[in-house]
Each structure stands twice: as structure tokens, then as C-alpha cells.
């Protein structure tokens, strides 16, 4: 059973989806693609079954974007102002839900930290959660 009802969506409102179990676990991804992708230092990745994620409004909009090592990321955007909300990495039943999107970010936290290796230097990582230089 689910501890808290989790929900969130895009920036302007039109696709809103819930969570509807808790997830599998919860990244922070550091590598060049999500650098590159998010226009940011890192991404939080709540990684949970795709069946477990209902979508409330609005049609998600997949959009292929290349990776450094020549293969796609599906993400799902927004089809109004483009933001992520979820991404699949080959594996459609397991979604990849931007935990910045969600309506109270705080209620999830990295169980690991991974693609250390690009971590910006000046982000410290806390000592009490995992990290690995690549993908564990």
C-alpha cells in the first residue's frame, strides 16, 4: 500500500498523472545526457512499473532523443511547453518519473547517487547515500 498519495505533472497544468504504488527506487542520475538534457547539474529519477502510474489528463508526448552512445531515450513531454515528465530507457514497462514534477518533490530522495564520474565539482554528494561513477 502506498504510504502518501503521490501526483504531479508539467509546468502548465495539462498532463497531471499519479503514482499509484510506491517505486522501485529513486536515482540521481550525473551523467552528460541528463546534464544535457535537462539543462541542469543532474536529474532525480523515481523509477516505479509503468502500470503503477496512472495518468490523470493530457496525452504525454514521446519524444526520441539521442544518447551519447548513438541509442534513444523515449521521453514524454509536455505536448503544451515541452517539459519531461517521464522516460522510458528501452524497457517499457518501467518509467522513469522526473521527481522534480512531482506536486511535493520532497517526498522522495535519492537511494543512490550514479554517473558520478560528472558530477560537477561543485556539488558535494552526502556520505550517507550510495554512489557510483557509472550505472550500478
Not at 500500500?1 to 508539467?10: N, V
Not at 510506491?22 to 502500470?51: M, W
Request: aromatic letters at 10%.
Amino acid at each position: 500500500m502506498i504510504a502518501a498519495t503521490r501526483e504531479g505533472g508539467c509546468a502548465c497544468g495539462r498532463v497531471r498523472y499519479r503514482l499509484t504504488d510506491e517505486p522501485l527506487f529513486t536515482h540521481c542520475c550525473h551523467c552528460r545526457n541528463c546534464q544535457r538534457q535537462t539543462g541542469s547539474a543532474f536529474v532525480v529519477n523515481v523509477l516505479i512499473e509503468a502500470d503503477r502510474v496512472a495518468i490523470l489528463s493530457g496525452s504525454p508526448q514521446p519524444v526520441d532523443a539521442p544518447r551519447d552512445d548513438a541509442s534513444t531515450q523515449r521521453i514524454y513531454r509536455c505536448p503544451n511547453w515541452q517539459v519531461a515528465v517521464f522516460s522510458e530507457y528501452g524497457w517499457p514497462e518501467v518509467w522513469f518519473v522526473r521527481g522534480g514534477t512531482l506536486d511535493e518533490p520532497s517526498s522522495v530522495s535519492p537511494d543512490v547517487h550514479i554517473f558520478t564520474k560528472s558530477t560537477l565539482p561543485w556539488l558535494a554528494l552526502p556520505a550517507s547515500t550510495p554512489a557510483f561513477e557509472a550505472a550500478a
